[in-house]
């Protein structure tokens, strides 16, 4: 408790939301999640008062929520309430940037762009609790039941979290901590760079583990950032880690054992800037060959395409290169990329059901433009194709990846497709 008195004595301003429960004697502090305010701008307020409960939204200084713990009483815009802390009724986690932090009573709080102390406190509700039913009043909202405010009192989010399930008195502080932050991600075929902010990183170091066992470290510059090369090339996952001394001051995951798409390695973080290089992803895609998720082809040919692109999406999802023969040369394709990209979209829109969002880029290779249509796994196969040449009565063919090639599916497969063990 001590440690976070002490912090909120230096942090200039919380965005605050709070579940109040009245009694005919007195109020309780029954839920609360305080927040950094972050911006320039703090969130609006509000305050609904029902029968047994209050329901409230305020901007609040660090010293005046420090004061709260204090002197056991909370004033939350107009409502006064107690605050009912026990000893050593205070948890504290400490969470990296860009991550969600999931609570089985509370639900998922949405990610914060910085590292941050995560402080929850068991508080005692005295014997008052909000009722379930539902909460009505004169010119405040309606709300279904007690849950469904909490969740927009509590995360300012008119979405409940169908995980609030609040049977306790709980509260929460999320505290943003600047020392150090993971700001940017550049990831290459042979090496990464990671650019580092904040306000303790002089002394630092950046440590960079790959899912192959390799281990680099690195301390971190004046310039705050650092590249570490692989010899090997860049491991499919790597985990990395701002640390001083044996204090981590930031982390982040990237990679995981199948990625989403063939050449883009998926983020275990919610958000944050992770930039990679296409070229150099279609470069050794190029090298690796065809097979059951990359496809190369020198031209658009909307039936040829369409084969492939449903074969993918009722596989595993792929990628095919255009602008790539056979053989693995680049021979790039000619034309304004936009008026490319809106045919091949517009024309596998009208060969394919149900619908497939594809993604079309390019980049340069050799001094040659080469497309790149990724297809995802599909979640709502089986998809087909119309075969080149026929009417709008003619059945449309299934098609799965084996190996490099898109085969017609047989009929387990098409069924296979249609109820996936998982969805059974």
């Known amino acids: 408790r001590s440690e976070l ?8 301003l919380l965005s605050c939301g709070a579940v109040v429960a009245r009694g005919p004697q007195q109020s309780i502090l029954y839920a609360l999640s305080a927040d950094t305010v972050s911006g320039s701008r703090p969130p609006s307020e509000f305050c609904y008062e029902y029968r047994d409960v209050a329901l409230v939204r305020c901007n ?6 420090a004061a709260w713990l204090r002197g056991r009483e909370a004033r939350l815009g107009p409502i006064t309430c107690q605050l009912i802390l026990p000893e050593h009724a205070v948890l504290r986690y400490r969470i990296p940037s860009h991550s969600v932090f999931s609570h089985p009573e509370l639900g998922s709080f949405p990610a914060r762009t910085a590292p941050h102390l995560h402080f929850q406190l068991q508080l005692e509700s005295a014997g008052l609790v909000p009722r379930t039913g539902f909460l009505l009043g004169e010119g405040v909202p309606f709300f279904r039941d007690y849950y469904d405010a909490a969740s927009e009192v509590l995360y300012d989010s008119r979405f409940p979290d169908p995980q609030v399930h609040l049977s306790r008195a709980l509260g929460v502080f999320r505290l943003d901590d600047h020392r150090g932050l993971i700001e940017k991600i550049d990831l290459r075929l042979d090496r ?6 904040g306000t303790g990183v002089a002394g630092s170091r950046i440590t960079v583990v790959g899912n192959d ?15 570490i090369r692989f010899g090997e090339g860049t491991p499919a996952g790597v985990f990395i880690a701002l640390h001083r001394g044996s204090e981590w001051l930031d982390y982040a995951e990237i990679g995981t ?28 895609l190029i090298v690796q060959g065809e097979g059951e998720t990359v496809e190369f082809k020198e031209k658009w040919e909307p039936s040829a395409f369409a084969k492939a692109v449903v074969a993918f999406a009722n596989t595993r999802g792929g990628a095919i290169l255009v602008g790539v023969d056979d053989s693995g040369a680049v021979v790039g394709v000619g034309g ?9 979209i517009d024309g596998l829109r009208s060969l394919i059901r149900p619908p497939i969002a594809v993604s079309v880029r390019s980049c340069s290779l050799a001094g040659h433009k080469v497309m790149v249509i990724e297809v995802p796994a599909g979640t709502a196969g089986p998809y087909g194709h119309r075969p080149k040449g026929e009417g709008a009565g003619t059945e449309w ?17 098409v069924r296979g497709i249609a109820n996936p063990p998982l969805a059974r």
């Open 336 to 344: 304004e990329t936009k008026r490319l990209s809106d045919g091949i």
């Open 213 to 227: 066992g390799s281990r680099r470290e690195r301390a971190v510059a004046k310039a705050r950032a650092v590249t």
């Open 60 to 65: 609040v200084s660090g010293s005046a929520a």
């Open 192 to 197: 990464l760079t990671v650019r580092v902010e």
């Open 397 to 413: 063919a299934y098609r799965v990846r084996r190996g490099a090639t898109s085969m017609i599916a047989t009929p387990e497969e």
């Open 5 to 12: 008195v002490s912090i909120l004595d230096e942090t200039p």
């Open 257 to 284: 054992p199948q990625p989403r798409s063939p050449y883009d390695a998926s983020a275990v973080r919610e958000a944050g800037t992770i930039v990679r290089d296409l070229a150099e992803q279609v470069r050794a």
